[in-house]
């Protein structure tokens, strides 16, 4: 599938980019620098302007109410609910819309390219570009730790602009399915709602959406990839052979001359469109993969606290609330380890430059990524 994104990339922002992206080997960029950039430019106009404009209005005294931490860390919630409301919706499209992806090969998996998931892979660029943004500007707040994940997220989404994986944009994304969910709970704490019914049956889908999504989803994907990447690499000699093409060239008139910055006109052509008759580099297969085992691992560690710090919110014999700290589930010690504060689950990124989670500890000091 062609790039279905309404706006063609001004020519302008495209040679500007060329010179970087031709340095850093991202030759997709150009086409999708105009995506990057106004993602940037939306995710923060929600978290300075419509955020703060609309909680005053929906939830006056509560948001005026708010210190500066939290209030930043509420509109850090809002830009995260709209975030991942928009690439899930846009991901899941994508999977179903787009059938040159659909009929992708193992190689083409590895190499191939499509304008869509070139696009889904620009959207979350400029998520972590905007969260980079925040880090550095409010790491008094949120902690040279949260600023190096959003620098490692921000580098290793470019590395789909080789592009590499591709197909598997928004495969991940889709652990994103769970986000709104724990948004919701995040927000029923702030609301006064802590143990009602809404925060019950959000949790109940919370947990299934996770274990969904980020478990079963996510280890069949995991599994797959790295097969993709195995029979690719080592089971062939590494290279791509793309599928017969028409006789045309596929581009207009601009591409003959300059590949990266013309737009495609067939998107058959597009899936070979970046290749360079190269086999992948191992570098590149073992950043991906190991990051991307090494995270997936960490979900099921999460999937536990996180049922655990729901339970923390309501009576026996559905929560733990009330009971003695040796009667409650898990080890003794862990409540002091968080804080006592929910056990946040937040937006991360893993190897195959794709959504991930990661655990935050207190309710207060950290915030709510996504």
């Known amino acids: 599938m062609l790039d ?3 706006l063609p990339p001004p020519t302008i922002l495209q040679r500007a980019i060329a ?38 209005r929906l939830f006056p005294t509560t948001y005026a109410g708010l210190d500066a931490r939290t209030r930043i860390n509420w509109d850090v919630h809002v830009v995260s609910m709209v975030q991942s409301s928009l690439i899930n919706a846009l991901a899941l499209w994508t999977m179903v819309a787009d059938d040159e992806r659909r009929g992708m090969g193992a ?23 905007w969260d980079f943004v925040l880090c550095a500007r409010h790491v008094s707040v949120f902690g040279p730790g949260l600023l190096a994940h959003a620098v490692s997220a921000l580098l290793v989404f470019g590395l789909g602009f080789r592009p590499v ?3 598997y944009g928004p495969v991940f994304i889709l652990y994103e399915l769970s986000t709104p969910f724990l948004n919701v709970h995040w927000f029923c704490d702030k609301l006064d709602l802590t143990g009602s019914r809404l925060q019950l049956y959000n949790g109940m889908a919370l947990i299934a959406s996770f274990f969904a999504a980020r478990l079963c989803w996510g280890t069949y994907s ?30 207009d008139e601009t591409s003959k001359t300059a590949p990266a910055l013309g737009r495609s006109m067939d998107p058959r052509a597009e899936i070979a469109r970046f290749t360079t008759g190269e086999p992948i ?43 003695p700290e040796k009667k409650r589930e898990g080890k003794e010690g862990d409540d002091d380890r968080y804080g006592g504060g929910i056990v946040r689950v937040a937006k991360g990124v893993d190897a195959d430059a794709h959504a991930s989670v990661e655990v935050e500890a207190k309710e207060v000091r950290n915030r709510r990524r996504g």
């Open 4 to 6: 279905p994104f309404p």
């Open 19 to 56: 010179p970087l992206a031709s340095s850093l080997n991202l030759p997709t960029l150009p086409l999708h620098i105009h995506e990057v950039l106004l993602a940037y430019t939306l995710y923060h106009l929600v978290n300075t302007q419509l955020s703060p404009w609309l909680s005053h």
């Open 107 to 129: 190689s083409a998996r590895v190499f191939g390219y499509t304008g869509a998931g070139g696009l889904i892979q620009a959207l979350a660029a400029g998520y972590f570009l």
């Open 165 to 167: 994986f591709n197909y």
């Open 222 to 251: 995991s599994v797959r990839v790295m097969w993709d990447v195995y029979r690719t690499r080592f089971q062939s000699d590494g290279y791509f052979v793309p599928p017969p093409l028409p006789a045309s060239p596929g581009y």
């Open 281 to 323: 580099p191992l570098w590149v297969c073992a950043v991906y993969l190991g990051a991307n085992l090494t995270l997936h691992s960490l979900n099921f560690y999460w999937f536990g606290k996180m049922i655990e710090t729901v339970r923390k919110r309501f009576d026996p014999p559905v929560g733990t609330k009330g009971l």
